[in-house]
């Protein structure tokens, strides 16, 4: 660089306006920095205990009992205020503690919020506790990775999105070993208690966390986060404990403003369909409340497609003697085929566009795909269990996996008996294409989970939605609808009767319809001139008239989709200010559960679908909840995740209006803007949709 523009460049940094508008801090962050979140009413008192709710049942598994004897028994906790207490309560309260905290998983917006809760409470209790925080999420307590947080720090984060102040990690701390070398750190740094801040398998961790560091006095709490708001607890009695983990709402309400503006986008150029990908490896949560915020065109919901039965299989095989299991579960063909519907019928009414909504772990509830990752998993599990390597780093690229599987497939049918992967299965894996091979045969998570996020759902499924519109474009269904108006114009500006080619041309022109279709037998210009000669319009040494070949052309569509995958964006968001307020009060009912001796609990706020002024901090058992489940080809005492119940009132409504916000007829679309996340204003709602409806669907008017 030349001596005079390296002092031009230095003159220009050195300016007060370009240093106003180019530091990282803005009128937006400083505003979310300093927002105090309310507190519960219970939170406004100095001191609070716990009181065992024996209302609240649970049914225990006997492996639970087995493995978590100590943690079992636990009862579900109600946080109080106490006004007057005794001086020994005050003395416990205040006593000095060293309380350690962990992100696990997946980042979720608002977690920070948890920690400067529980900063702040224990702060005030006793200005000498101490918050310390493991880096890169479970590998910090086994390495003992820590960092004690201080209030500059702990200040700089509050109300802001990601788990940037201590990071995270998905490791899962399964071992004996790693167990050990946990509880070694703890003990080192002299831990009151240890928070995990994580899903499903997380809180899962933390109970037997707690198990194992019992005798040595170190409390474990759990609290609920994940975008994929899987994590959801009722009681024995069906009672809502924990409606939602935190972020889900955030996330939802960031992926639904961006895809609502492709809903925007796509009304106006009327040229794509827009296919979005959203985060929720198992359950489609977060794609049916973005279907509440957006009413986008099309929504699939993995939990419903599960329970779908092909009413033709089922009737063939009553009046057969055979029995009817191929009539239950969706398939990717049949799949393809209720998109291709929804696409058609648009399309019929002029709209050769729309939004379509798909959950990234929706391949996981089609029938060909579950047999491929059951028999996969298996024959991975079955490896590992008698090699000293691991499958993945044996067998790095994906035709040495393949070739392992076929060879092992090639010497069970030499030794005869049952073969878990058959010719049929190779023939129909040879079927799909490689990047969905290798999705199928990538590396589970930490946790046994499929990572769906790595592959490209929305690709396996539009391929075989273009091959299948690619038929019917051929056939009678994919035509894009003429509006009436459009035709006669164009016609009668080129001195043709629109009234004589009209019933020629259409198999509809008769019957009042706003837009006219084609008739099926037209399916290219030859047939065109075929129709148009047979009906004596023109002599077979005229030309088509121009009107009406442009006619024809408008009426052949052109499928032209754009993908968009919403996970990453919306989990790094800033949180909405009910994560900033649920987060917050989770962080505070975190430290009274500690105060309190608790240990095994899950921090959670009961009554989230109802006004602020109703909520309710609790700690949930967790060992409890917990039952038995295939991991990694094992079974595994693990919290049960949640799925989408099809009975729950926001499925309902979701399913009532899939006809209206598919909008397969003449006018408008029913979109909705949510508009973007803020904490003020009118704009956002206090909730996830979700929640509201769920919450008005119990009451009494509705049920009627
Ligand atoms: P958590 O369950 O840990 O909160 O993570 C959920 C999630 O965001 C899923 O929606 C997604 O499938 C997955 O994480 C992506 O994982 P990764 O960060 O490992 O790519």
Redesign the pocket.
């Known amino acids: 660089m030349t001596e005079g523009r390296a002092k031009f460049i230095n003159g220009l940094l050195a300016k007060a306006g370009v240093r106003e508008v180019t530091v990282s801090s803005n009128p937006i962050l400083d505003e979310r920095r300093s927002y105090h979140p309310p507190r519960c009413d219970v939170f406004k008192s100095r001191y609070t205990i716990t009181s065992p709710d024996p209302d609240f049942r649970f049914s225990v598994d006997h492996e639970a009992e087995r493995q978590l004897p100590d943690m079992v028994k636990n009862k579900l906790l109600r946080i109080e205020a106490i006004d007057s207490p005794d001086k020994n309560f005050t003395e416990n309260y205040s006593r000095k503690r060293t309380i350690g905290i962990v992100f696990s ?2 980042p ?1 917006p608002g977690g920070h919020n948890v920690i400067a809760a529980l900063f702040d409470a224990a702060k005030a209790a006793n200005p000498d506790n101490r918050i310390l925080g493991f880096m890169m999420g479970p590998d910090g307590i086994i390495d003992n990775q820590v960092t004690e947080l201080t209030r500059k720090r702990v200040n700089a984060y509050r109300n802001l999105g990601g788990f940037g102040m201590i990071k995270t990690g ?1 490791t899962k701390i399964d071992t004996p070993e790693k167990m050990a070398l946990s509880r070694d750190t703890c003990k080192k740094l002299d831990l009151d208690a240890l928070v995990v801040v ?2 499903d398998d997380s809180n899962t961790n933390a109970a037997f966390l707690a198990q194992e560091m019992a005798a040595d006095g170190i409390q474990v709490i759990g609290v609920p ?4 708001g899987d994590v959801q607890v009722r009681d024995a009695n069906g009672r809502v404990l924990c409606a939602m983990s935190f972020g889900f709402h955030t996330a939802a309400r960031s992926f639904s403003q961006q895809i609502s503006n492709l809903c925007t986008d796509c009304n106006s150029d009327m040229k794509y369909w827009h296919i979005c990908k959203v ?3 198992s359950a489609s949560h977060l794609a049916l409340e973005v279907a509440l915020q957006t009413h986008a065109n099309m929504t699939l919901i993995g939990e419903d497609l599960a329970e779908y039965v092909d009413a033709d299989k089922l009737m063939a095989s009553e009046t057969s003697d055979r029995t009817g299991f191929g009539a239950y579960g969706m398939t990717l063909r049949h799949l393809s085929r209720v998109i291709c519907d929804g696409i058609v019928r648009r399309a019929a009414v002029g709209k050769n566009c729309g939004v379509l909504v798909i959950p ?1 772990g929706v391949l996981e509830v089609i029938k060909e795909i579950q047999v491929f990752i059951i028999k996969l998993t298996t024959i991975i599990a079955e490896y590992n269990k008698t090699h000293d390597d691991d499958f993945h780093q044996r067998f790095l690229r994906l035709e040495d996996k393949l070739d392992y599987v076929r060879d092992l497939a090639r010497r069970l049918r030499q030794k005869g008996g049952v073969n878990i992967w058959n010719s049929h299965d190779d023939e129909l894996f040879n079927d799909i294409p490689p990047f969905f091979q290798e999705g199928l045969l990538t590396e589970r ?1 930490a946790h046994g989970n499929f ?3 790595l592959v490209e759902t929305d690709k396996v499924i539009m391929g075989m939605v273009k091959d299948h519109l690619d038929v019917l474009r051929e056939t009678v269904a994919y035509k894009l609808g003429i509006e009436r108006n459009f035709y006669t114009y164009l016609l009668e500006r080129d001195g043709v009767d629109p009234g004589s080619y009209g019933p020629v041309l259409f198999s509809n022109y008769t019957d009042n319809s706003h837009y006219l279709l084609i008739r099926p037998e037209i399916i290219s210009k030859k047939t065109l001139r075929q129709a148009i000669e047979k009906a004596k319009l023109i002599s077979v040494d005229s030309d088509i008239p121009g009107a009406v070949i442009r006619i024809y052309e408008k009426s052949v569509p052109k499928f032209k989709t754009q993908t968009h995958f919403y ?1 990453y964006d919306g ?1 790094g968001s800033s949180p909405t200010e009910f994560d900033c307020r649920y987060t917050y009060n989770l962080g505070l009912t975190v430290f009274s559960l500690i105060v309190s001796g608790a240990t095994g609990q899950m921090a959670a706020i009961m009554n989230l679908e109802k006004d602020f002024s109703r909520w309710v901090p609790i700690g949930i058992p967790i060992a409890p909840l917990m039952h038995l489940e295939e991991r990694k080809g094992k079974l595994a005492l693990v919290l049960e995740k949640s799925l989408v119940d099809l009975h729950s009132p926001a499925f309902r409504v979701v399913e009532a209006y899939r006809e209206k916000w598919l909008s397969a007829v003449p006018g408008d679309d029913d979109y909705r803007l949510p508009g973007p996340i803020r904490f003020a204003g009118v704009s956002e709602e206090t909730r996830p949709i979700t929640l509201v409806l769920n919450d008005l669907g119990q009451s009494d008017e509705v049920d009627g």
């Open positions: 998983g997946g979720a998905r994580g899903g986060k994940t975008i994929d985060m929720g490896r990234e998570d990572q769906f996020s996970g989990r």
